[in-house]
């Protein structure tokens, strides 16, 4: 591409260097920017910058957080000894978006894989452990992805734990609400026929 | 979506305003700078703010330019006496990816088209008329979209040119190379039956 302005040009770079975003959105992106009033440019790049350079990250449950701990760690209403463990910030927004759970997270930050080169000391598993240690927690959900790398992060966390008072679980794998049955891969419909409900309980929902 | 961070949730509000981009790309974008170098995030945000800000419009061609002409019009090798009328700045950049036009530029900022309420008040025409009388052009060729809208555009412009020294072209419509002839539509394989080359010219391409 060849443009007449090297300020556009670096503009149109920036943008390209964002996962899934080419050089053609790039630039239909920074034409529609150029539109805009400038003071409404200038608030989206403060903000962008502020978000980068002030965001931390809770020493609690390691989410993204504006100050000390995050918002669920700190809302006192919200049930302390049961923690939801996670891969990234992404699940939290996830979980959070059903508003059915009242409990707090801990955020790995990564599953064990070792063909990526992420071992358990670059996840946050140390942490977890001393909260679990600190806390009485009563209850650890995992919420990861149903895959080698998933299964293999709760055996090493479970065997972490071994002896410890606390009960481990994972969230619930079977036919999705709304899923077809003819869709359904073997694996999941023969575990969800394994793992079956009393129907009390499938209605209760 | 449910954010555990206000500073989180703004910049996933400043990135999803921005067109094609909705909530889930936009927490991916900024999930995305959030693992990224703080100097790298800071280097993007200035250079969009910046872009905003120092960028101008060449006030010959009225494309956009670093300073009060753009690299083209500032560029002596370039025919000056030969001017392609474009719709916008990426109609610019689709030509001079070519490489196979030395003449200058005339950005419209549009075309006519009263249904939007755009007349020709609000086009940078009285400015290309002005340029015609100051720089002796010897030719005009529009590049403009095929619709009615580019076609009106065309006969006020030529409208407006009449009696002046000028020749006034359009760029070759037919079929694309690589277009088959079945799948193309009839006014534009009628056309270009009509407008059919001798096929010396069409070999030295």
Do not use: W
């Amino acid at each position: 591409m060849q443009f007449s302005s090297a300020l556009l040009e670096s503009a149109v770079n920036e943008f390209s260097r964002l996962p899934g975003i080419g050089k053609k959105t790039a630039l239909r992106l920074v034409l529609h920017l150029l539109k805009q009033e400038e003071s409404q440019v200038t608030q989206f790049s403060e903000t962008i910058a502020r978000m980068r350079s002030e965001i931390r990250f809770c020493k609690r449950c390691c989410n993204v957080a504006d100050g000390e701990l995050c918002t669920i760690c700190s809302n006192s209403y919200r049930q302390k000894q049961l923690i939801c463990v996670v891969e990234n910030i992404r699940d939290v927004i996830a979980i959070e978006s059903t508003q059915q759970f009242n409990g707090t997270y801990h955020v790995l930050g990564g599953v064990i894989s070792p063909l990526d080169g992420v071992g358990p000391d670059q996840l946050n598993i140390d942490a977890l452990v001393e909260r679990i240690d600190q806390e009485q927690t009563e209850e650890l959900i995992f919420a990861l992805s149903p895959n080698i790398q998933g299964d293999t992060t709760i055996y090493y966390v479970q065997k972490k734990l071994s002896g410890k008072n606390v009960r481990i679980t994972t969230i619930a794998r079977g036919i999705a609400f709304g899923g077809e049955l003819e869709y359904a891969d073997e694996l999941t419909l023969g575990r969800s026929l394994q793992n079956r409900l009393p129907v009390e309980k499938y209605m209760n929902r």
